[in-house]
């Protein structure tokens, strides 16, 4: 498992250049949504598109990143 957290690094730099990251904030607590104590992120091109079905808004939030042609956060 740990190596998918790098296949961003390898990704197109053409294709690297729109992607976003897209993670969950508990409105309650504030604190991100972790499963295994790894904060869920996931990336997309569109930054809104995946948080709309990932989990119910009253009680999450979104935040979302750019990247870079690497894949770390901006």
């Not at 990251?21 to 504030?30: N, P, S, V, Y």
Request: aromatic letters at 2%; charged letters at 20%; glycine letters at 6%.
């Amino acid at each position: 498992m740990p190596a998918l957290n790098h296949l961003s690094a390898s990704a197109d730099p053409a294709f690297a250049l729109l992607r976003h990251a897209a993670g969950l904030i508990d409105r309650r607590t504030g604190k991100p949504r972790r499963i295994s104590a790894i904060p869920l992120r996931l990336i997309a091109c569109a930054p809104l598109a995946p948080t709309r079905d990932m989990m119910p808004a009253a009680l999450w939030g979104a935040a979302i990143h750019r990247l870079d042609h690497k894949g770390a956060l901006l």
